[in-house]
Each structure stands twice: as structure tokens, then as C-alpha cells.
């Protein structure tokens, strides 16, 4: 909600939920290695070291020499003081590396640390993948870079973890040896931990998004996100006058609004834009859907500046087969209700163009936008007729219904089986490829991809938006008993609701059905909401757990549709990737 100005000054009394794992309560193992030689692909680990601490305090250590499997170079032994002889009785690293990660509990919320990072976690990697181990993926804190943002020039010629040990007074100094090299590391932590203190580093989780210190923006106006409440929501960023700069979504509104005003916020474009909030405005919602589809709602009716995502759905690109007695194939923003078959949206009109060359490929028809009569009756033919590469009626070659066959055919490769478009296309793919006219054969290519993208998404669009009203839902994670009910009507969602334990089901739906919003049938394969919302519900739908309650209409796409040719495009990556890009 809106704060007063008056508050600006007020100092906010912090929750534990607010700071998320305070530094305090976290489980840092700091590691450290000595190998043969600088690359994890050509040497090998010679000794683990490590040091688990919690609190300030050391509460486990680790340490074992590991046989290499070959020699040590005499420069790695000058410098460690590791022989030959030492490693000969060591355990193989087939033997060291399980004992290691039962020690430091990787898969846990344990955050790995290590001076120079990439070069421990690389041998701990290879040595995992030669033994088919998967990696555990754990947080990582590098306290290289770490100390390079945190202490300066000034205070330090280098940022070596010896002459950092020095300037932190940390009583075990670095030898080489790889737990006394750990045991240094960890005193270097606390000493850098001390220090982002100040700056409103205070959980584990904004010590691992620290990039550089929060503005005094944004320290000075952490009172903004008090009294913001915690579960899923949007919330709107405004300036002075009340305007939206930017909305966002969160399945926890209260910890992501906080994030905003921390380190752990490190875009530039937010930064700045920081500098000019005057209030935020959270919206609770029922569900994490429903905040992700009021978000996409209010981005693309307020347009907010600092959003880039999203903000204009309707500059959309589709293709549609125009209803004329000799139809054409037309590059259109709207979809109107004219009975016409519309393929899209197309994330470009560059998109477009090229799914509609794929069909002119397979398919001949016209390519000129004059007006032909019923008997093909248009006066000369056009110069496209005349080079032969427009189906023409008016060449008076082909009757009316020697082309309604070609525009029927074309019609059911848009919204059904696009078997054809996919034979003339290969064919003509490997053709130019055996004569090698890679570049043409590369055209081609990117042709059918578009075309069976934009055929893909408007027939699963189509299989949702033929519905006049679906019920379903999934359990709520971290709820047991409680579920998440949504209403769809026609691919918009039109109700959103957390049923808890012990409620009459049937009771539920009834009266969420009754109070959902009511949306009318309209044209197209998207004719009540954005096609961004619907394809959002969908990937809902499709997610594990979900139940369908009730629906009053079969959920099916075409049996022989154009998702059947999905290794021809890159479609399925794109809308994962969509799905996952944040606002």
C-alpha cells in the first residue's frame, strides 16, 4: 500500500521471513584444494581440505590427502611441500571425494566457499563426472571477488588470500596445505562478512546475489516495503504522481519487494529506477497464476517504463487465409470475426512473412491484393502472374473450384495436418542442399520453422479457447489438504481460489463457477485474453499434479497436428524459455 511521506525516516523492524536465512543461522563449508597442475581436465587432487562453520564457529573439519594416480611435478612439491612419498599411502579419490560430500552436505542449504572458486569447484566437478556422481549444484561464495568489491587499494596491494589473512589479523595463516588454506579462507569470510553488514547484507540469500553495495536510494527507502504482505501477489512500483514505473509478480510478495531495496538487487535499469519510487502498491492473489496473469494484465494496460516484457501484446503479428472467393494468404494485427483461419501470433513480422512464404512453397496462391470476382474476373493478370510465381486466378488458368481445392488444402495445413507444408519444404530443402545451395536450403529451413511454430501455438491456443468453462486443480506446495482451484473460460482465467482441508469440494466449485468473471466467445484461436495469458494458464494446466474438476467441451488438438513435427523447430525451447524469463 501507499506509504505516507512522512515515514520515509522511520526505521524498519525486520522479520526473520523478511531476511530469509539470516548469515548468522547459515552453514558455510569453506574449501580447499592442492592437485598436480592448474587445469581440472590434465591433474588431479592431492589433498581436500575444509571447514565447516555456523555462527562464527568452526563446528567440523575435514582433511585428507588423496593419491593422484601420478606423479607430482617437482614444482607442485616445492610449493605445498606434498611428496610422492605422502600421497603413496592415500586413499584414491574414488575413496576421498564420497567422505568429502557426506562432510559438507552439498545437497542441503550448505554454501560452498572457496578463495578463487571456479578453480576448486572444477576438480570437484570432474571428479564427480569421472565417477558418474552428479554434481550436487550447491550455493557458491567466492571470497575473491567478494574482497576485491569490499576492501580496496587503499587498504590491501592484492587481494592474494595470504595478504588478506594479514589485514583480517585471521590467526591461521595459508601454507599451500589445503586445511590450513581453508581454515584462512574461513577467517577472511568473517572478516568480509562483517563488513557487507553495513551495506544490508543480512542472509545467506543476499550474500550470494551481492554484486555490489545497495545506492543510498535504496537503503533510504527500505520503509517502502513495510507492511507489504507475504504470500503470491503483484505489486506496482509508482512514482510521485502516482504513475506505475514498474510491475512485477512474486509467489512471496513481501520477501521480492524487500530484495528490491538490498544488494541482492543489482540491475542497473532497477537501480535507477529506485531513485524515483514513492510508494508500492502489493495486489494479494489467491494463486501464483493468477498473480502471473494480473501481472501480464496490468504491464499491458498501464505500460509501465521501466517493464520491458510484455508491455504491448497487441502489436502481435498473425497470418490469416482471407474469406474472398479466391483467398490470399495476409499478414494482420487483429483477428476479426470473419470466418477466416488465423495462424500466430508470430513473435515478429518477420515470423510471419516467413510461415507465409512456407506456404506459398506448398501451395499456389495469389500473391496480389486485387480485387478478383467470383469467375476470376480482374482485367490483366498481375506481373507476379506473368513471372509465374502467383497462383492467379486471373491468368484464367484455374476455375474457382480448381483453386478452392489449393486454398482447402492450405486451410487444413493452418489448423489441422500440415503434412504438406513439411513434404514440400524437406524436399526442397535437401534438393537445394544436394546441389549445394546451402544458403537457400538454410531459407527454407527457417521457413517451415516458422510456419509450424505459428501453427503449433495457435492449434494449442485453438484446443483451449474452444472451451466455455474448465475447472481444475493441483495441490498447494507446502499445504497439505489445501488446493488450488482456477475457473478457465475460453483460455482466460476467470476465477482463482485456495480450497483448505476439510471443505465440500463440490460445494467449492459451485460457488467459485457462480462468482467467476463471465467472458463471451469471441474469433480467433485467442478471443478472450492475450495469448501470452492463455498460454500461461496452459503451462499450468500441463504442470504435475494438476486435476481436471470439470469442462464442458472436449480439450484436443488435432491428431495429426503441427506439434507432431516439433524436431523441425526450436518452438518447444523457445516457450520454456519464455516461461521462465522474468519480468
Known sequence: MPQPADRAAAPVQETLDDLGTP?????FVVVDLETTGGRAGGSAITEIGAVKVRGGRTVGEFSSLVDPGSPIPAHITLLTGI??????TA??????????????????????????????????KAACAEQDRPWPRPRVVDTLPLARRLVTREEVRNHKLGTLARFFAVPDRPVHRALDDARATAGVLHGLLERLGPMGVHSVE??????????????GKRHLAEGVPEGPGVYVFTDARGEPLYVGKSTSLRKRVRSYFTAAETRGRVREMIGVVEAVTPIPCATGLEAEVREMRLI???????NRRSRNPERASWLKLTPEAFPRLSKVRTVRDDGAPYLGPFTSAREAELAREALLDAFPLRQCTRRIGPR?????ACVLAQMGRCGAPCTGEETLEEYAEHAGAAREAMVGDPEEVVRALRGSIADLAAGLRYEEAAERRDRLAAFLRGAARSQRLSALTGIGELVAARPLAGAPGSWEVHVVRRGRLAAAAVM???ADPHAFVAALTATAETVAAGP????????????CVLRWLESPGVRLVDLDAPWTCPARGAERHRELTDWAREASEAAAEPS
Not at 611428496?83 to 603413496?88: C, D, E, K, L, R
Not at 568429502?100 to 552439498?106: C, R
Not at 499491458?300 to 521501466?306: L, N
Open 23 to 27: 548469515l548468522a543461522e547459515g552453514t
Open 500 to 502: 483448505e482441508p476439510g
Open 300 to 306: 499491458a494496460e498501464r505500460k509501465p517504463p521501466y
Open 91 to 124: 586413499p584414491p579419490i574414488e575413496a576421498v571425494l564420497p567422505a568429502f560430500l557426506e562432510f559438507a552436505n552439498l545437497e542441503g542449504d550448505t554454501v560452498l566457499v572457496a578463495h578463487n572458486a571456479p578453480f576448486d569447484v572444477s576438480f570437484l
Open 206 to 219: 543476499e550474500l550470494c546475489a551481492f554484486r555490489t553495495a545497495p545506492t543510498r536510494a535504496q537503503r
Open 376 to 380: 476470376g474476373d480482374a482485367g490483366p
Open 83 to 88: 611428496t610422492q612419498a605422502m600421497v603413496a
Open 524 to 535: 480467433g484461436p485467442a478471443p478472450a485474453a492475450a495469448p501470452q495469458e492463455t498460454e
